[in-house]
């Protein structure tokens, strides 16, 4: 049986995941992007989401918040390594030995916010600089019998991984 492919938080990222997962060799479905929103009095943009209110305190206010695709590439603002399992809602099996993984904060091109996410599989920090161009990509944040969570990663442009 094959897994169902549900992004680990809706709205915040776009994929074609309402399918099967692809087949082993497959591609992966549609191009990624993370998504957030721009309001039309101000032109703030927000990650994650704003769907009720501009987060702007200069905001004149009265704006419609639309949802906008974020930049596909930034560059690396800094990053560190996780070597401690984290709490919940984090999903890990405490019987697996903990491995560690590598975190982004990433200012993205066009934005200029930083986002926070994991690096991709066989990124780690001795693969990162500061200032290094990087992309998001999808990424797999666990599986269960009948789910893969999906979630935002981060890659150097042209690097490996």
């Known amino acids: 049986m094959a897994r169902t492919r549900t992004p680990v938080v809706s709205g915040w990222f776009t994929e074609d995941t309402a399918g099967p997962e692809p087949a082993p060799g497959a591609a992966p479905p549609g191009p990624f992007r993370l998504l957030g929103t721009r309001c039309s009095a101000c032109t703030a943009v927000f990650f994650p989401r704003e769907d009720a209110f501009c987060r702007n305190p200069r905001c004149p206010g009265d704006g419609v918040l639309a949802e906008v695709p974020l930049s596909p590439r930034g560059r690396v603002w800094s990053y560190t390594d996780g070597r401690y399992r984290p709490p919940a809602p984090y999903v890990s099996d405490p019987g697996v030995p903990w491995e560690p993984y590598t975190l982004i904060a990433v200012e993205l091109e066009a ?40 979630t935002w990663q981060f890659k150097p442009v042209g690097g490996a991984a």
């Open 111 to 150: 934005e200029g916010m930083v986002v926070l996410g994991q690096a991709a599989p066989g990124v780690g920090v001795g693969d990162l600089s500061v200032g290094m161009e990087v992309e998001v990509v999808g990424g797999v944040l666990g599986e269960d019998a009948d789910t893969t969570w999906l």
